[in-house]
């Protein structure tokens, strides 16, 4: 973190950096592990896309300037929004509460014979929410999801803020 501190040219690097590598390892636990994801675990992904996204953009404004500030906090946001809606993932796993219409099996037309309701269901893809595919140490991969972009977001505030200009000629302290 010291070299944020020394160099805040490089949080929205680091930013869109995490924010990748988790899209990176959702997709390779995707595509390589075989777990597919529910539309609560695409959603964590939206997030992980807008801080990177936001954190990118804000290489294009000079270091420290309130249009850099104000985006690299936004990447911090999409981290905590990214937290928040894992966090709700992991009460549907763990059945607290019931989840978006979306995680529950697919209604199908009525009055359709049984041939095109099975073409129907074979061409519908449905991942419930409330099943744990995978778990490390009785973590879930959303409860893993929650705490990085827990962490993440409060970080990259806490960055934000130290690397305020007012801040880093006060030498950090206020």
Do not use: K
């Not at 020394?6 to 777990?35: C, D, K, N, T």
């Not at 709700?88 to 979306?102: D, I, K, L, P, Y």
């Not at 074979?122 to 990085?148: H, K, Q």
């Amino acid at each position: 973190m010291q070299i944020l501190f020394e160099r805040p040219h490089l949080l929205p690097a680091a930013v869109a950096f995490a924010g990748v590598g988790a899209l990176a390892v959702a997709l390779a636990s995707q595509y390589w592990g075989g777990l597919e994801p529910c539309v609560l675990c695409i959603h964590q992904r939206y997030a992980h896309g807008a801080a990177a996204a936001v954190a990118l953009l804000a290489l294009f404004f000079p270091a420290q300037s309130a249009a850099w500030r104000g985006l690299v906090a936004l990447g911090a946001l999409a981290f905590l929004a990214g937290a928040a809606i894992a966090f709700f993932h992991v009460g549907v796993e763990q059945h607290w509460w019931r989840g978006t219409a979306e995680c529950h099996a697919p209604s199908f037309e009525s009055g359709l014979s049984l041939e095109e309701l099975r073409e129907q269901m074979l061409n519908t893809r449905f991942v419930p929410c409330d099943e744990v595919p995978w778990a490390l140490f009785g973590i879930s991969m959303a409860g893993y999801n929650f705490l990085a972009s827990l962490v993440l977001g409060l970080m990259v505030l806490w960055a934000v803020r130290m690397t305020a200009p007012s801040r880093r000629q006060a030498g950090g302290a206020a």
